[in-house]
């Protein structure tokens, strides 16, 4: 086997701990970013640095590599420019950039530290996040969770991810694996400590976040909150529900159409100064009527919510976006789960599954911050040449 400089020259990890610090003003690159993840390898033995190793990875995953042996034929193929440019070391006999197999892409992603991946990547999105306003005038912070089907712990339990999704953009900001002695609810504190910039953001969930502790920590970081009230907090939504709504005149009615029925939207807003709910200011009344085109069957639904906002810092036709808005997350989750055949991926290998879910995520975010609104279509275009991925990453 021909030697490698790596013996020779600091491993590229090195070199990007060794810059000086970035700037305020500056947006450190994801070389940068993933060089924070900590390496679980013993130093004696390693012939890739793990930042090359993720960098492959996440380069590949954007050309639409769903399974980690296509990462790898990804990075057999590649052109040496392309190696050269992830940080990849020269082979002093050959002069050519060797890549990781397999075997060591599956070592290397099942023992990767999780939380620590999807910080690195969830700051490069957040740092490129689009600076235009929102459509509704107020920044939205979708929470939900997601669980990975084919994907199962020892015992059969399946992985389950938090996330924070902004609105507009729907690039994720963070995420948190929901472990296994634990739920979503314990994780949510965790999870939006990840994001720095949650002042005077507006965070919506659903009825599993409807939580007192939860509206608390959000109005003490200086955010918002839109919950969904259901039996969960049974007093207030008797309080909500007894309200007398039919007195209160229409505020918003929005009419829709798509995925094969019409939907008409109306709300009703009340403030109010003795909410059952932490910082809770105004209650909100949410009608559903569906009409499905094919059956012609009409389905009514109402919904209670409440916020920490008051009259004068959203108008009924903002808080109704920000309801609908919250449901961004689930065109991610379609996406993953169509384009990326998450929930058909039977890789179980440690931390592997989620490690996929946050390249998945990158590669989402990457395209979306590119104005790509078909990701299937940007994936494929990418994958007509390897170059693409580096510019999208910014990685030159």
Not at 251 to 277: A, P, W, Y
Not at 359 to 371: Q, S
């Amino acid at each position: 086997m021909p030697a490698l400089v790596s013996s020779v020259i600091p491993p590229v990890l090195d070199r990007f701990r060794d810059q000086p610090p970035v700037e305020p003003t500056e947006r450190p690159g994801l070389l940068e970013c993933l060089a924070k993840v900590p390496d679980p390898r013993a130093a004696r033995g390693i012939r890739h640095a793990l930042v090359y190793v993720l960098a492959i990875a996440a380069s590949a995953v954007l050309t639409g590599t769903t399974s980690l042996l296509a990462i790898s034929e990804w990075a057999a193929d590649a052109p040496q420019s392309v190696l050269a440019a992830l940080g990849g070391p020269v082979d002093v006999l050959t002069g050519h950039y060797p890549v990781p197999g397999e075997a060591t892409l599956r070592r290397v992603l099942a023992r990767v530290d999780g939380d620590a991946l999807d910080k690195a990547v969830g700051q490069w999105l957040a740092d490129r996040r689009q600076a235009t306003p929102q459509a509704t005038g107020l920044r939205g912070i979708a929470v939900d969770g997601k669980s990975l089907r084919g994907a199962a712990r020892a015992g059969g339990r399946r992985i389950h991810l938090l996330a924070a999704l902004d609105h507009t953009s729907g690039l994720v900001l963070a995420q948190l694996d929901v472990g296994e002695k634990t739920n979503e609810i314990t994780c949510h504190q965790p999870l939006l400590e990840i994001v720095a910039d949650l002042a005077d953001a507006v965070v919506t969930s659903d009825a599993l976040h409807t939580q007192r502790d939860h509206a608390t920590y959000l109005t003490g970081r200086g955010a918002h909150y839109i919950v969904i009230v259901k039996g969960n907090q049974k007093k207030l939504c008797q309080q909500l529900k007894a309200l007398p709504w039919k007195e209160i005149p229409l505020q918003g009615r929005t009419r829709d159409t798509g995925h094969g029925r019409s939907e008409i939207r109306r709300i009703k807003v009340c403030t109010m100064s003795n909410l059952l709910f932490p910082c809770a200011r105004q209650a909100i009344q949410l009608k559903r009527r569906r009409v499905h085109r094919n059956t012609g069957k009409v389905t009514l639904h109402t919904v209670y919510a409440v916020t920490s906002l008051s009259a004068d810092q959203a108008t009924p036709a903002q808080l109704a976006a920000l309801i609908r808005g919250h449901w961004s997350v689930e065109s991610l989750h379609h996406v993953r789960d169509t384009t990326f055949a998450e929930d058909g991926s039977q890789l179980r290998t440690g931390n592997a599954p989620r490690a996929m879910a946050t390249w998945r995520n990158l590669a989402i975010g990457a395209l979306r911050l590119a104005g790509a609104t078909n990701i299937a279509a940007g994936l494929r275009r990418n994958a007509r040449d390897a170059h693409r991925p580096l510019a999208l990453l910014g990685i030159t």
